[in-house]
């Protein structure tokens, strides 16, 4: 709660300060000053809600890991191809 009032404080501080502008000015002269304070509150801003809590707040329970998977062996077998009798590597699993 304390991180959020003081990002909303410095937002309202930022936003504050870029509505008073002096009549003189002319509008090219403020387009830096505002880009690079939008980036400065949106790090902040940022910030903060990426440091926050999560939103669920409760226990968080993980799945035990299941049953180790079934031992596999590699074979030997022979298939006909069309052109004759080809032996490979196969890998079996029960």
Same mark, same amino acid.
């Given at each position: 709660?304390?991180?959020?009032?003081?990002?909303?404080?410095?937002?309202?501080?930022?936003? &504050?300060?870029?509505?008073?502008?002096?009549?003189?000015?002319?509008?090219?002269? &403020?387009?830096?000053?505002?880009?690079?304070?939008?980036?400065?509150?949106?790090?902040?801003?940022?910030?903060?809600?990426?440091?926050?809590?999560?939103?669920?707040?409760?226990?968080?329970?993980?799945?035990?890991?299941?049953?180790p998977p079934p031992?596999?062996?590699?074979?030997?077998?022979?298939?006909?191809?069309?052109?004759?009798?080809?032996?490979?590597?196969?890998?079996?699993?029960?």
């Open positions: 709660m304390k991180k959020t009032f003081v990002a909303a404080l410095t937002v309202a501080t930022i936003a &504050g300060s870029l509505v008073t502008a002096t009549p003189s000015a002319k509008a090219h002269d &403020g387009v830096g000053a505002g880009i690079a304070a939008g980036l400065i509150g949106g790090a902040i801003v940022g910030g903060a809600i990426a440091s926050s809590r999560p939103a669920y707040g409760g226990p968080v329970y993980v799945a035990e890991p299941g049953p031992p596999c062996y590699w074979q030997r077998q022979r298939y006909w191809d069309g052109y004759g009798w080809v032996v490979r590597p196969v890998r079996v699993c029960y």
